[in-house]
């Protein structure tokens, strides 16, 4: 009965099984890791969060580049503050404002960005207080380069002049007489009476949309994997029921018997018989009469004899 597993079609289904299940697994565990190292990506900078409160601030040049375990750590940097720009269409405690940001220009000419603070409306630099004159010395939370589209950060081009939308070296380089560093910091308390910025948890450390994502994923590859097992079981009984039946010969007639005029049953071409068998009566009928008349013409002829 399962001699049709050796046909060539199920040996395609068979090793098309045995292929897409271990697949389908591989992936949805490769899902389910990338979930699970969000997840520890989360916990790790909750808790360099949480350090970078009472942990002592380091010089800069020791704090770079920023990765997940300085990001959000305090740094300290001295020098000058130089050109200063505003950040537009930034949100602080639910209300829409910008920020002020200022490019401290440290040892080595290379400039360190600086948000000094948050104002609530519209970017007017009317509105932003100068930078202090002189030497000083900041004390910030660093925070690595953004990009746009992530940790609302605006993707819009063509702002005014004074104006950028992300706090990256790329955008900035563009914008300012010196090189800027791949990193920027948000003071810790704000100047001039501005609202200090918070520091922003690393990218993709957090239990965000993706990481929801690839949790769903995993769901999806392992449904994939039933899915490919019912569909095997559902053909084999088919199959199976398919073979049963022809043993049985419980397969329907070539075609379906038709009733005669009188109502009864005859199996095809029989009537076609019953109809010439008929004809042919009714024809000898009609010969017979004929003879009879014939017979009959001849006996009432009178005799010419005398």
Not at 31 to 45: C, S
Not at 185 to 193: H, N, Q, S, V
Not at 277 to 298: C, H, I, L, Q, Y
């Amino acid at each position: 009965m399962y001699r049709f597993l050796l046909t060539p079609r199920w040996w395609g289904i068979n090793v098309f099984v045995l292929l897409a299940i271990p697949f389908c697994i591989f992936m949805g565990s490769w899902q389910l890791g990338r979930f699970e190292d969000r997840v520890q990506d989360h916990r790790t900078a909750d808790e360099a969060a949480s350090a970078a409160k009472t942990d002592p601030a380091r010089p800069l040049a020791g704090m770079l580049p920023v990765t997940t375990q300085t990001s959000g750590k305090q740094t300290i940097a001295t020098g000058r503050y130089g050109k200063q720009l505003l950040v537009p269409d930034r949100e602080l405690d639910g209300r829409q404002g910008f920020y002020v940001l200022t490019l401290l220009r440290v040892d080595g000419g290379r400039a360190l960005p600086v948000v000094r603070g948050w104002l609530p409306g519209d970017a007017d630099p009317a509105k932003a207080p100068a930078a202090p004159g002189g030497e000083v010395t900041v004390t910030g939370a660093l925070q690595a380069s953004e990009s746009p589209g992530s940790n609302g950060v605006s993707t819009a081009g063509g702002l005014p002049a004074g104006q950028t939308a992300a706090i990256s070296a790329a955008s900035l380089v563009n914008l300012v007489p010196y090189t800027p560093y791949d990193a920027w910091i948000t003071l810790e308390k704000a100047d001039a009476g501005m609202k200090a910025v918070p520091p922003a948890a690393p990218q993709n450390t957090g239990l965000d949309l993706k990481a929801f994502q690839n949790l769903g994923y995993t769901g999806e590859w392992f449904v994939f994997a039933g899915f490919v097992v019912f569909m095997w079981f559902r053909l084999l009984r088919r199959e199976v029921e398919f073979a049963r039946d022809a043993e049985l010969g419980l397969f329907p007639d070539a075609g379906p018997e038709e009733p005669s005029a009188s109502g009864s049953v005859s199996a095809p071409g029989t009537g076609d018989r019953g109809t010439k068998d008929d004809r042919g009566t009714k024809d000898d009928r009609d010969s017979d009469s004929d003879s009879d008349e014939v017979n009959a013409g001849a006996d009432a002829t009178p005799s010419t004899t005398a």
